[in-house]
Structure formats: C-alpha cells, structure tokens
C-alpha cells in the first residue's frame, strides 16, 4: 500500500480508502448493502491488514447504523487510535424534526456529538459536510466547523459534492477570518465520470484540497459485470440503484477500452478502473466500497497495478471529456504563452 500526503495537513493517508455505504441496510440504503457486524468487522480487519489507514462513513448511511458497526469494529480490532484516520459527515436528514438535517450551527453541533457516540471515539479525524444546503448560509457552516475544531471533538474538517464556486466561497471566508478551512474535497470521479476536471480538480491544486473520488466504479457500472448491450445482472446495485449518472454512448467506448487493457494485462476491469484513477496526480485517496471479501481483495491489489503508458493513454483518449466553453477558449487564448520553440 502507498501512502499520499493529504492537502496541506502533513497527514498521510493510505491511496485506498475503506467506504462504509454497504454496512448496515437500513430504509433506503438496503439496495446498496446490509453487512451485519461480522461483516463490518471482517471487511475493515482486511483493509487494516492491507495497509489501509482511511475509513469513511456518514451519518446518514443505514440511519447511523454504518457509524455504529464501524464503531463497533475498530473497539474489537483494537487497532491503534492515532494510526487510523476516520472520517464522516454531516448533513443529511437524521430524524424528523424540521432541524434535524443540513448545515445550520444547530444541526452541525447536534450531528458530530451523535456521530462521537456511534463511532464510541472521542475525536473525528475528517468532518466532512455531505452537500449544498441552500437554505443555510455558507458562513455559517464555516464558523461552526471551525467550533467543532476548536473544542477538540474534530480534527480537519472537509466538503464533498459542493461546485467549485461555492467552494471558493467557503476557503475565501475562512482565510478571512483565521477560522478553520476544508483541507478535502469528496467528489464523484471515475473513468466514465470526469467532470470534476473542469472546475473542481484545478481549484483544488491551487488551493491544496486532498481530492478523495467516491464511486470510482461508477456505481458497479465498471465492475466488469456489466455489457451495455445486454440486460443488466440481477442483483446487482446498479439493477436496482443506477446511479451515479453516466452517459451510456460516451461509456461504450471506455468499457471497450477497459476490457482491452484487462485482457492485456490479466487482471480484472474493476482493477484496471480503480488503477486508472490512481494514475492522476491530483488524486489523494480513492474510496472503495465493498459487499464481499473477494470484491475488497481484488479492489485492494488495484493499489499494485502498474498500467503501461501505453495503456494509459489509450484509456485517457477513450473517456477524454469533450471542449466545453469556456475551456476551450482559454486554451485557444494560451496558445502562444508556453517557451519559444516548444511546440503546441
């Protein structure tokens, strides 16, 4: 297992990182997993011994019943507390009363304490905020992420699924104020998902955010499972739980190329996929999830995949992401400012 520096914090964090969406199986969350405590247990005992040091929950996978096993499992693996490194997040419904979700200080405050307690750990490494509450201002959620710090019951606090405007929004209040800044960026990013290109990953680089990509399988889409041309397998997540969004003529020719590579060089397409993502340089820590201990093995021997540049580049060029305005002008305009004699 590699390990990658994570922003700006001097932390580093193993480049896979174990999600936590599949333990559990409350409400809605059942079509995505419903592992009981040995399971749980199992499967972050297997990453640990791996070499993974980076777990991610939420408050809201199965109702908190993920924190829960995940809190159950780190105090029977007795592993170490200062050499894992724990995040979660906050911002989903939790209850029913009108107060009970979003990023108001009254939520955030209310959240971390009920997340401490479920994990049975006296400090969170990673508090993320799950999304955009449009109904509560950004300063807000800044200043009662930097309380949260403050008081010890947090570490570094991070985002996930917010545009990079809002983003900058919430750096640029923070530096402002000396109160403390998102260190990561949990973002949707797979071979057949590169939007966060665009606008996401260069504000990142500049600002020094870690960039933790959720679903790099695009919801199992590439797990090898699936051929576009046939009905989709039962039992399946994506059968019954497509989603992320993929557009499925822009994906053909990437499972084309996925398949490709996979023969070429004998492991499976999900590790290829998974490979492929370690392969850019702004990525920190790629998050996997799992349902089995065969599917977590071989996502974990993704971190031993050495793609040729050959292979890299033809599955760049099948899943590149078309120009889009104002991208293409920018290139357009910058392209006479490189060094005289280096060529376009």
């Known amino acids: 297992m590699r390990y990658r520096l994570f922003g700006r914090t001097g932390l580093y964090v193993s480049e896979l990182c174990l999600g936590t969406m599949t333990f559990g199986g409350k409400g809605f969350w059942e079509v995505v997993g419903k592992l009981g405590a040995a399971d749980a247990q199992a499967l ?3 990453s640990l011994d791996a070499g993974v040091n980076f777990l ?32 979660t997040k906050v911002r989903g419904r939790t209850g029913a009363g009108p107060n009970q979700v979003g990023l108001s200080r009254g939520h955030i405050l209310s ?13 969170i490494d990673l508090y993320q905020i799950h999304g955009f509450d449009r109904e509560t201002p950004i300063e807000e959620t800044v200043r009662a992420l930097d309380d949260v710090v403050r008081s010890g019951k947090v570490r570094y606090v991070g985002y ?17 104020h000396h109160l403390a800044r998102f260190v990561s960026a949990q973002m949707y990013y797979s071979i057949v998902g590169r939007d966060i290109e665009r606008e996401v ?23 090898g499972k699936f051929d576009l041309d046939k009905p989709k397998p039962e039992g399946s997540r994506r059968t019954s739980f497509d989603f992320p969004p993929v557009d499925l003529a822009r994906a053909r020719p990437v499972l084309a190329a996925l398949r490709a590579v996979s023969e070429a060089t004998g492991v499976s397409v999900a590790r290829v996929a998974l490979a492929w993502v370690l392969t850019r340089p702004f990525v920190t820590s790629v998050i996997i999830g799992a349902k089995t201990r065969e599917q977590l093995v071989d996502n974990l021997a993704a971190s031993e995949v050495k793609l040729s ?28 400012r490189r060094p005289p004699g280096e060529s376009a």
Not at 163 to 174: E, I, N, Q, V
Not at 206 to 221: K, V, Y
Not at 314 to 329: C, K, N, Q, R, V
Request: charged letters at 20%.
């Open 44 to 46: 972050i005992g297997t």
């Open 56 to 87: 991610d929950t939420a408050d809201v996978y199965s109702e908190g019943e993920s924190e829960t096993l995940v809190g159950a499992a780190l105090a029977a693996l007795g592993r170490p507390r200062d050499q894992l490194i724990v995040a």
């Open 111 to 123: 959240a971390v304490d009920a997340s401490l307690k479920r994990l049975k750990l006296d400090y």
């Open 160 to 176: 996930c699924n917010l545009a990079a405007w809002h983003t900058m929004k919430a750096l640029g209040y923070a530096d402002a």
């Open 201 to 223: 990953v260069p504000l990142a680089q500049d600002q020094g955010l870690a960039i933790l990509p959720w679903s790099p399988l695009a919801g199992g889409l590439l797990s």
């Open 309 to 336: 540049a050959e292979h890299v580049a033809a599955l760049d060029a099948a899943s590149a992401l078309p120009p889009e305005y104002p991208g293409w002008m920018l290139d357009f305009q910058n392209r006479d």
